[in-house]
């Protein structure tokens, strides 16, 4: 029996033995390995989806979900001298806000004389940014005596470009 292990019979039985360890051993290896990378794969997916939230986050904090408007501080318009509000209602500040009004009487009247061009009509007012869920006192108007005041209103910001056309009078 002795020979059985100690010769070549024993040789091959060892050089067996060894190559099983081995391959358990590297099977191991491989299977922690690719737990690993399961793992991290999955620790990618979550940052993945956190990025994502964090971007749309950051989209909704620079154009906004909304847009300003104007309002006449007195809406029963019984006085003559008016303040104008531009309010922002949204949940997140807006940028780089600007607002062109031109009274489409004025631009009518220069259109027939020929005298026309972008900044020749209409006041322009760079607000800039303006803070979620606040108003801005923008500028005082007399309002006509009679009649009403066509308007066009403007606003432009990061978020894009919005036309209003209203109405102003007693």
Not at 26 to 53: T, W
Not at 130 to 142: E, H, N, V
């Amino acid at each position: 029996m002795r020979e059985l292990f100690l010769g070549p019979a024993g040789l091959i039985l060892l050089g067996t033995l060894i190559s099983a360890a081995g391959a358990f051993w590297g099977y191991a290896k491989q299977n922690h390995f690719e737990n690993d990378i399961s793992l991290k794969s999955q620790l990618l997916l979550e940052k993945n989806k956190e990025i994502a939230r964090i971007q749309e986050s950051i989209k909704l904090a620079v154009t906004g979900e909304g847009f300003c408007y104007l309002s006449l501080t007195d809406e029963n318009r019984s006085v003559d001298k008016q303040k104008v509000m531009l309010i922002n209602p949204g949940d997140y500040p807006m940028y780089d806000v600007n607002i062109r009004i031109v009274d489409l009487a004025e631009f009518s009247e220069k259109a027939k004389k020929g005298k026309i061009s972008f900044d020749s009509v209409g006041d322009i007012y760079p607000v800039g940014e303006i803070g979620p869920q606040r108003a801005l006192l923008l500028l005082s108007w007399i309002l006509p005596d009679s009649g009403v005041k066509d308007l066009n209103i403007f606003f432009s910001s990061r978020k894009g470009f919005l036309r209003s056309l209203s109405d102003y009078g007693k």
